[in-house]
């Protein structure tokens, strides 16, 4: 049964491999020198031209960056590597926390070091090419070393407590393991901004002024009470351009990158700000927070059935079975259910863009929504034209011809 579920993990991660190669293939055919109709009078030829330029960097840079990793995994899976570095976590300690501590430890530590010589050409060539990096070498050194410390205290001890309670309570684990994760993805979603978000950009509340008052006068219009709005050096790093809501109750807040308050008018930022207010009120926030809990607690429950079986850590080499080793492999095996209900996600997600879109033309303007989409679209040289069966795939919200399209035919 073992070498039966090893050929599985093995055609699995080739599948998907070459089926992620095959949809990046779909989106280069849609690559054009010349401006097609569907983007006159949002790009202009020159701009359009250093789009198509930096779509083709980084697709080339996606297909060499993406085949190390598949390759990297797949020697690991054919030569025992995971077998190999369960044996130097188990030679440290045998206790199934500190060992999984230490078994995990080394493979995203070195799996993190490995990738950083690509993320340093992502960073530093290709978007210091195109005009969009902002990050210095410290600021990438810091938050490098921020990221690991921060992944080890959360990661390190979520991942502790779950193994506690499967030592604990062996096969009904994975219900106190939802409480717990369940809990913790709540106290994300309300504290994220104000702890995590500190650590790597500065915060500070959006002064009085024009643009502060429109806001306010929006918000008390559709009775959205808001007191926490903020400014993010979003500058640090680059010069895209970005918002996002976070929170609900008295917890809730938006913040705005210094870059967008930069990039848009008065009127456009109010707009952009009605759609992140349309999907609180549509409840967006909250069914999203509901509908991850749940499918969270259905990847345990399938992982309790499969964590103590020998076959599975023998699949992967290992003859004793062990919770970490039997979460790699289920997480392999897992790939296409995770992929059927990716796309839903994907699907209730576009649905609920069109839904705030909606929301920040009927009760503000929808024209100058549009006009803040196709700005942000052009400064962040976005492709507007991906195939569609990319979209499906990848795509949480609607391209920008699709939003445009549906913001024209609101009356």
């Not at 429950?301 to 004793?320: K, N, R, W």
């Amino acid at each position: 049964m073992s070498q039966i579920l090893f050929f599985i993990i093995i055609g699995l991660l080739v599948a998907d491999f070459l089926f992620e190669r095959f949809l990046e293939y779909l989106n280069s055919t849609q690559w054009s020198d010349l401006i097609p109709k569907e983007v006159k009078g949002i790009y202009d030829e020159e701009k359009y031209r250093k789009q198509q330029a930096y779509e083709r960097a980084n697709h080339w840079f996606s297909a060499i960056s993406s085949t190390f990793s598949f390759v990297l995994i797949l020697m690991m899976i054919l030569f025992s590597g995971f077998a190999w570095v369960n044996q130097i976590a188990l030679s440290v300690s045998v206790h199934p926390i500190l060992s999984a501590l230490g078994f995990f430890g080394i493979i995203l530590w070195v799996s993190d070091l490995i990738q950083t010589p690509f993320s340093i050409y992502d960073t530093f060539v290709i978007e210091e090419k195109f005009g969009f990096n902002k990050t210095t070498p410290k600021t990438f050194i810091l938050d490098k070393l921020k990221g690991w410390l921060v992944g080890a205290i959360i990661g390190g001890g979520l991942l502790s407590l779950i193994i506690f309670l499967y030592q604990l309570t062996t096969s009904s684990f994975w219900i106190y393991a939802w409480l717990v994760i369940s809990t913790f993805s709540v106290f994300m979603v309300l504290f994220y901004s104000n702890l995590i978000v500190p650590l790597f950009n500065k915060q500070t509340p959006l002064p009085e002024g024009e643009l502060k008052a429109a806001i306010e006068n929006f918000s008390g219009k559709v009775g959205f009470k808001l007191d926490n709005i903020y400014v993010m050096d979003g500058s640090k790093r680059s010069t895209k351009a970005n918002a996002y809501f976070t929170g609900f109750g008295t917890k809730k807040r938006i913040v705005l990158y210094d870059t967008l308050i930069n990039d848009l008018t008065v009127n456009e930022l109010v707009a952009v700000l009605a759609h992140e207010i349309g999907h609180y009120k549509k409840k967006h926030v909250i069914w999203s927070l509901v509908l991850n809990i749940l499918q969270t607690g259905i990847v345990l429950f399938l992982f309790s059935l499969f964590v103590g079986s020998p076959d599975l850590s023998a699949a992967l080499g290992v003859q004793t079975p062990s919770f970490h080793i039997g979460l790699i492999a289920f997480g392999i095996l897992y790939s296409p259910i995770s992929m059927v209900t990716g796309l839903a996600m994907n699907v209730f997600s576009r649905k609920n863009e069109y839904q705030a879109d909606q929301f920040a033309a009927q009760y503000f303007d929808g024209r100058e929504l549009a006009s803040a989409l196709q700005k942000l679209s052009i400064n962040n040289l976005s492709n507007l034209r991906p195939h569609p069966v990319y979209v499906f795939f990848h795509y949480s919200h609607p391209t920008l011809l699709q939003r445009l399209k549906a913001l024209k035919s609101i009356k």
